[in-house]
C-alpha cells in the first residue's frame, strides 16, 4: 500500500521544501511533467526547475517561514492536507514589497502521485488574509458591526 509513502511524500513537499527551503530533495519526488495548480500566485509553477524557483521566491520574501501540517489523508493516488504557515514578510513576494510583519497563513493542498512522484498539485490559500497581514489590503468594518453601534 502507497498510503505511508504517499504521506511521507507529502511531509517532504510541505515541510522540507516548501518550509525549509530543502530544494535538494526536489528532483526526488517531484515529477518533470509536474504542474502547480495556484490562482493565487503570479507566476506558472511547472517542473522540478518550476518549482526550486517558487521556493527560493518565497523564502527570499519570508526567509524564516514554516509550514505545519494540520492533517493528512490519503486516498487512493492523492493526499490532501491542510496546513499553516507562519513567518515574517522581510522580502518582496508577490510583487509586494517588504513589510516587516509576521504573517500565518493557511492552507490545503491535494498532491496527485505517479511512479512515487508528485505530478500535480492543487493549492489553496486564505491570500486575502495574506495581503490583509501585510498592509497591502486594508482590514474591512463590518457593516453588521458599524449598524449596531
Wanted: hydrophobic content about 35%.
Amino acid at each position: 500500500m502507497n498510503e505511508q509513502k504517499y504521506k511521507n511524500i507529502t511531509h517532504k513537499f510541505i515541510e522540507e521544501i516548501l518550509g525549509k527551503g530543502n530544494t535538494q530533495m526536489i528532483e526526488e519526488i517531484v515529477d518533470r511533467g509536474f504542474v502547480m495548480h495556484d490562482p493565487n500566485i503570479p507566476q506558472e509553477v511547472r517542473g522540478p526547475d518550476g518549482v526550486k524557483r517558487f521556493v527560493q521566491e518565497l523564502h527570499a520574501g519570508v526567509p524564516d517561514v514554516r509550514f505545519k501540517i494540520e492533517s493528512l489523508l490519503v486516498e487512493g493516488d492523492q493526499a490532501v492536507c491542510r496546513w499553516t504557515s507562519t513567518g515574517t514578510h522581510t522580502g518582496e513576494l508577490f510583487d509586494q514589497p517588504a513589510s516587516g510583519k509576521r504573517i500565518t497563513v493557511t492552507g490545503m493542498d491535494i498532491l496527485r502521485f505517479s511512479n512515487d512522484k508528485i505530478v500535480e498539485d492543487y493549492s489553496c490559500w486564505d491570500a486575502l488574509g495574506f495581503y490583509r497581514q501585510i498592509g497591502a489590503i486594508p482590514e474591512m468594518e463590518s457593516t453588521i458591526l458599524s449598524e449596531n453601534r
